[in-house]
């Protein structure tokens, strides 16, 4: 071996051994993140906090089917008892009566400090003689005889002016004393974890806890017919993972399987063979190195798309052994590099592209296809000749050369014909354009449809209201925080009471600002006071002046009693509603407010949101329509570096082609391949989006390998023809293997560039320059 | 001794008149009354109040399972009960309650429902009952079986005349009471 050679082997070495030290520290992730922007507007900084850290992140809707209604509810009171006991779970809801205690208890204790109605002039002779006059006669309302026994403690009506601002909602239906759907079938209950939506691992241990718990309570009463269901975005999330890992594994299994069987049939060598995935090993490698260096994280699906990379970045390894095994090395270096030095260079301009996407995912996939194509294309250069030598036996492809010489001569007569279809679907593509792309994210999830039926229907069930509407703002501290809340809530109360919106959730309602609490105090009257002003507005009341002094006193107590902090929420449901909607963030708090908006004319009512709420520095948010707009934000970005990519393939192949001739030449095949292959998608009832989009890029990225090849060679030889063969074979069985997934993104890519790789060899062959074929 | 013997004597008062009306024929009667309007005057008397408060209104009532208590004074409100669904319409406010979910209150509602459609079945599931008088003029007490339901209502007393009820009482077990005294609207 020669002295660079030696220098150029211990460099692969040493950088393949640093490069598996830093693939062995990093962390790889499967979780939503893939998804959410790298550069968030504020609106969508929302969505993903709410998506990450959000109360509806962490909620798991559990229903109990099988066996009859009394075993459910028991099952169901006894799962509860257990989970709420675990440090997993922040809450367990099943609309068991005494659950609400607790939260009654803290709500009366704490009324004078809590309710919106303290006021000072509440507490005037006028304002208590109003406030009792009501009070009584509510207490000739149907609800009266539940009233009564709270009134002579609070004849004011705090207690009822804090539960009428708590939107009752729809909520669930009940059978034998626990939640149930309405049709009596199922057993449901509300789970909230501890573990935050964007903690998988949490995640999966709680709903495992869930199922565990479950078959111990069965078994315990010893009900065998009874099943559990669990849903929640958390489910999702933990469901998708496991998908991509087990896809992971599966597709690069079957994709690596299937290219050695193909290398093992060209080269009939365990050397050869070993020697050929060298380069593709270490592509393979880099590209993880690469993007674990850049990001920090790894995500599963960009590890996935290894399969498609190993079948691209074989090729060179097989040109190499192919044309070289006959013309020597040398000759190689000279006739051969230079062509497959631009086919790399062309689909580093494609995955390139993708670098500069907002989409996470798709950025980290550019990053990893490109340095992995790279790196596998110069150790062939440059490694793998020092380590095969001079001399190797390879197998001769002259018969296989020779037969598909013989299948281009019969496609050349196809060129006609498929110029037509080439048109045809042309046209077919303009009339259908309106109904190509999907325009909603929701494709791009691993979610199946029945899991999302199921899920529905349990929202449904529960009455879960999707918090769709939110109007959010911000604070340096939690005080400023509630403080803006409050502010926004006032704002909110009038349009509430115009009829405008059906209601809104607030942090402020459990936990109102200190300075808030403060002044609610400060409107309390000391109990001589409270007692002289009572005599004065009791004269003509039937309420005995006697028996109001619970009321004289608990008043009193409030007086002196510290402001409401976090903690004396602690073992009610109030607290996790007020977390749910306190977001600690670097550099300050943010407070959200659920909005209730009538069934009809959401529009408008979000509009009046916005205009009341406009200056005040409140962001009203919809978070679907965040979601589409991400969504959309993505395809236009995509549309754009797609546009760029194939910009930059041209203008690469454009140099170095140097005539307008010859780049038609290349291109022609690449443009026809890329127009089939939408047609034929999309008519066989694939929905397109974004990343049938770059499939349609890379079809030009490694398409082009091909097309240069013929361009450059014209009349190939059959040795050369064989290796291209070869190549394109591997190239498709490494994207095709992606068509097999059903992750949705690998899925899209390996159904346009596996059938695309294809097309652009055979029309690449098909529409060889005339000249050169003569 | 002489309260058990007095006892006996009552029942042995009261027989002769059970044979000629008794509750099988009360829940007969009933329950061929299929509905009507009528209006209503509530008493509430509460021991922390010195005079009772009074409500007004309109019921309707739709058999089997419909009714409607409309109160117009002091406070406009509407309660209705449809199935086990019990809605109530205050001010803007809207409340639905299931109440399959609180069997007390569903035993509670079912004193009076039962009465209204003469299910005997759902008004001896929860209540011991008495009957007094004649079809003319009937007095029926319900007296609860179940101790949760004791620990809210002490006794329940309708009044009325053949298929018409004219009164309900219900006597709390802290000792205030309410009184609903109803006028059909319906010309018979």
Known sequence: MTRPGRRALLLWLLAMLTGSAIVWNSRFSADMSFFLPARPSAEQQVLVDQL????????????????NGEQRAALSRDLR???????????????????????????????????????PERFTVDGLQTAISESIDRLASSAGMLLKPMLPRDPTGEL??????????????????????????????????RATGADTDGQEAA???????????????????????????????????????????????????????????????????????????????????AVSLAYGTVFGITVGFGSALIGEAVDYSIYYFVQSGRGGVAAWKAHFWPTIRLGVLTSVCGFGALLFSGFPGLAQLGLYALSGVATAALVTRFVLPHLAGEHFVMRDLGPLGATLKVATQLLRRLRWPTLALALAATAYLAVEHERLWSTNLSVLSTTSPEDAAADKALRTDLGTADSRFLVVVNGHDREAALQAAERAGLALDDLQASG?????????????????????????????????????????????????????????????????????????????????????????????????????????????????????????????????????????????????GFAAIVALLATTLRSPRRLAAVLLPLVLAVLLVVAGLHLSGEHLHLLHLVGMLLIVAVGSNYALFFERAGELDHTTLASMGIANLTTTIGFGTLGLSQVPMLHAIGVTVGPGAILALLLAAMFVPRETTA | MTRLFAGILLLGLTLP???????????????????????????????????????????????????EKRTLTPKPETLRLDKDVLSVERDKQKLRINLANQPEALAFVDSLRGTLNGNRAA???????????????????????????????????????????????YLQADGDRSLMLIESLDNE
């Open chain 1, 52 to 67: 990450k850290e959000g109360a509806v992140a962490r909620l798991l809707m559990v229903a109990i089917a099988g066996s």
């Open chain 1, 81 to 119: 008892g257990r989970l709420v006991k675990m440090p997993e779970f922040a809450a367990v809801q099943n609309g068991d009566a005494g659950s609400l205690d607790a939260d009654r208890a803290f709500l009366f204790r704490h009324r004078y400090l809590l309710s919106p109605a303290v006021v």
């Open chain 1, 160 to 193: 009822f002016e804090l539960l009428a601002q708590l939107n009752p909602g729809t909520q669930p239906g009940s059978l034998a004393g626990v939640w149930a759907s309405p049709d009596g079938n199922r057993a449901l209950l509300l789970v909230q974890t």
């Open chain 1, 207 to 289: 709903i495992q806890a869930i199922r565990e718990q479950f078959t111990a309570v069965a078994a315990a009463a010893g009900i065998a017919d009874a099943r559990l269901q669990i849903s929640g975005p958390s489910v999702f999330a933990v469901k998708s993972r496991a998908t991509i890992k087990r896809e992971v594994t599966r597709l690069s299994a079957i994709g690596t399987l299937a290219i050695v069987a193909v290398l093992f049939f060209v080269y009939r060598s365990p050397r050869l063979l070993t020697l050929g995935l060298l380069p593709v090993l270490s592509g393979a490698l880099a590209g993880i190195i």
């Open chain 1, 500 to 644: 405008a919106i059906d209601g809104y959730d607030s942090p402020g309602r459990f936990l109102p600002s200190r300075a808030l609490q403060a002044a609610r105090r400060a409107s309390l009257p000391t109990a001589d006071e409270l007692r002289t002003r009572l005599q004065t507005a009791l004269a003509d009341s039937p309420l005995i002046t006697g028996k109001l002094e619970g009321f004289i006193a608990d008043v009193a107590t409030t007086r002196q009693a510290p402001e409401i902090d976090r903690p004396d929420l602690d073992g009610t449901d109030l607290g996790l509603a007020v977390d749910a909607l306190l977001l600690q963030r670097p550099g300050g708090w943010s407070a959200i407010l659920p909005l209730h908006l009538p069934d009809k004319g959401q529009v408008n009512a979000i509009a009046a949101v916005r205009q009341a709420l406009a200056g005040s520095g409140a962001l009203t948010i919809d978070l679907k329509g965040e979601l589409d707009t991400l969504y959309n934000d993505y395809l236009r970005e995509a549309v754009l570096l797609s546009l760029a």
């Open chain 2, 17 to 67: 008149a059970c044979a000629a009306f008794d509750v099988a024929q009360l829940m007969n009667d009933l329950a061929r009354h299929k509905g009507g309007t009528a209006k209503f005057v509530e008493k509430k008397y509460i021991a922390f109040l010195d005079r009772p408060v009074v409500s007004t209104g309109e019921l309707t009532y739709r058999a089997p399972d419909l009714l």
């Open chain 2, 123 to 169: 008004l001896e599931k929860n209540y011991l009952m008495n009957l007094s008088g004649n079809s003319e003029k009937w007095v029926l007490t319900l007296l609860p079986s179940e101790q949760k339901i004791a620990a809210l209502v002490q006794r329940i007393t309708v009044s009325g005349s053949r298929d018409q009820i004219r009164s309900i009482e």
